[in-house]
């Protein structure tokens, strides 16, 4: 319990550091609170020792890849993007563990640049969600968690109209894990929205009951059929308590009211088709055992969707107790995440820079 209130704690500071920039008017102010945030996390994800399930992996392939040549690199079971990365990485650090402060900064800078992108309105509330909801499954799929971060970049900048960057980041996700690939068609119809007059909203739920079903009666059984038995992240067995405990119906109860208090625009309408699509494919991935972490991805939307709605609720009272009722979610669901199914991956805490705590 005490780790896990260390965890909060850091995300209240950086909060708190980030509440206070976005009310300053000073640009140098600003960006030193800002930065002073960012590097604080960065801190804490990339300079931890023995947290998350896949850390010792990292540290193995990354020592593999700095003895083997570069054309050897396409026969690893790695996508070739990170590999190279790992490459290049040998040349330049002198230990292995500092692999997670360059996969921590790139899965925190798009979070911070797609708030860039909305002039850090929505900064302060945007990184506590991001910490709470996301970050601890990033600490243990460091490759898939830069991944989900690129993903919400691109969403961005397409809504921005930057359809170049959009796909660059895009391709990124993928390159960086090609799980990324299972919501690449949402985002790619974003670049014809401008040229049909379609529903987009009413087609990503169709899509992603066409790919829920091909997980849950297709993909599910084949990756079973070849021993991968241990993919999801959220469940090991199917049992009634722990799909209870897991958060899952805590998390449709906390996002719904609040994606039916944001203003109806075209951007909204797409982050929340997005988000409900996350919510489906999460029931169905659940369901289907092996696949329900992929949901975070279709889930990303809620780090903007969340506080753009929080900031158009025009009453203060109401304001106040939706904020209020968010902390308390927050901390609710981080909770549930150590107590039941995350423990194991992201506490107790321990930094390698003052030795095993």
Not at 23 to 30: C, E, G, H, N, T
Not at 144 to 158: E, N, R
Not at 321 to 337: E, P, R, S
């Amino acid at each position: 319990m005490i780790e896990c209130a260390i965890y909060f704690l850091v995300f209240v500071i950086v909060f708190g550091l980030n509440n206070v920039a976005i009310k300053q008017k000073s640009i140098f102010r600003k960006r030193v609170l800002i930065t002073t945030g960012f590097l604080i996390l960065l801190s804490f994800v990339g300079l931890r020792f023995n947290v998350g399930t896949d850390y010792q992996n990292y540290i193995r392939e990354y020592n593999t890849i700095s003895q083997i040549s570069w054309e050897e690199l396409p026969t690893l079971r790695m996508e070739l993007l990170v590999a190279t990365l790992f490459k290049i990485l040998s040349y330049v650090l002198w230990d292995a563990r500092l692999i997670f402060v360059v996969l921590g900064f790139l899965a925190l800078y798009p979070i911070y640049k797609a708030n860039k992108l909305y002039e850090y309105k929505y900064l302060a509330y945007s990184v506590l969600i991001y910490c709470v909801l996301f970050l601890p499954f990033s600490l243990n799929g460091m490759r898939q968690g830069v991944a989900m971060s690129f993903i919400l970049l691109s969403m961005t900048y397409l809504m921005k109209e930057k359809k170049i960057l959009g796909i660059v980041c895009l391709i990124l996700a993928c390159l960086f894990h090609t799980s990324a690939l299972i919501v690449a068609p949402y985002l790619l119809l974003l670049l014809i929205k401008k040229f049909k007059k379609i529903k987009l909203s009413k087609i990503y739920i169709a899509l992603t009951a066409v790919i829920s079903f091909a997980v849950l009666f297709f993909l599910n059984d084949w990756l079973m059929n070849n021993g991968i038995d241990k993919y999801s992240y959220m469940l090991g067995s199917i049992e009634t308590d722990n799909i209870a405990l897991s958060g899952n119906v805590i998390l449709h109860l906390a996002i719904i009211p609040i994606m039916l208090l944001s203003e109806k625009n075209e951007t909204n309408d797409i982050y929340k088709s997005m988000i409900l699509s996350g919510i489906i494919f999460m029931i169905v991935g659940t369901a289907a055992q092996y696949l329900s972490r992929f949901s975070l991805y279709y889930l990303m939307p809620c780090i903007i969707l969340i506080p753009r709605s929080i900031q158009y609720i025009k009453k203060d009272n109401l304001r106040l107790l939706v904020k209020g009722l968010l902390f308390a979610y927050l901390i609710m669901f981080f909770y549930l995440q150590y107590s039941k199914w995350g423990a194991h991956e992201i506490l107790p805490y321990q930094t390698w820079i003052f030795g095993d705590m």
